[in-house]
Nanobody, 126 residues
Framework: QVQLVESGGGLVQAGGSLRLSCAAS????????VGWFRQGPGKEREFVAA????????GYADSVKGRFTISRNNAKNTVDLQMNSLRPEDTAVYYC???????????????????WGQGTPVTVSS
């Protein structure tokens, strides 16, 4: 079992940046693929970015490609999401999720993940 805690959310103006962090406890994080998802007001949860356990593969939603970067530090048991050039439409609660995995793949489908954090809110003002 792994517990996930997100941090780093907040209020930022359009064009600004935030760095979200997902910290894992309970088990070593290095054997888990990790994804970031978000759920905006009145919207369904959607895929944002994901990374394989080995950091060799990453994937992004088209809406964030070129603006967001996912990275991980297995020694620190963290996966970060650097968000630049933020837009009002990025406003959402951001969740990290983890799936034990040795394949080297990343996963865009939320149903692939076994563990979820509580989420951290991000508000981008125009």
């Amino acid at each position: 079992q792994v517990q996930l805690v997100e941090s780093g959310g907040g209020l930022v103006q359009a064009g600004g940046s935030l760095r979200l962090s997902c910290a894992a406890s309970g088990r070593t994080f290095s054997n888990y693929a990790v994804g970031w998802f978000r759920q905006g007001p009145g919207k369904e949860r959607e895929f944002v970015a994901a990374i394989s356990w080995s950091d060799s593969s990453t994937g992004y939603a088209d809406s964030v490609k070129g603006r967001f970067t996912i990275s991980r530090n297995n020694a620190k048991n963290t996966v970060d999401l650097q968000m630049n050039s933020l837009r009002p439409e990025d406003t959402a609660v951001y969740y990290c999720a983890a799936k034990r995995d040795y394949s080297g793949h990343y996963y865009q489908n939320s149903r692939s993940y076994d563990y979820w954090g509580q989420g951290t809110p991000v508000t981008v003002s125009s």
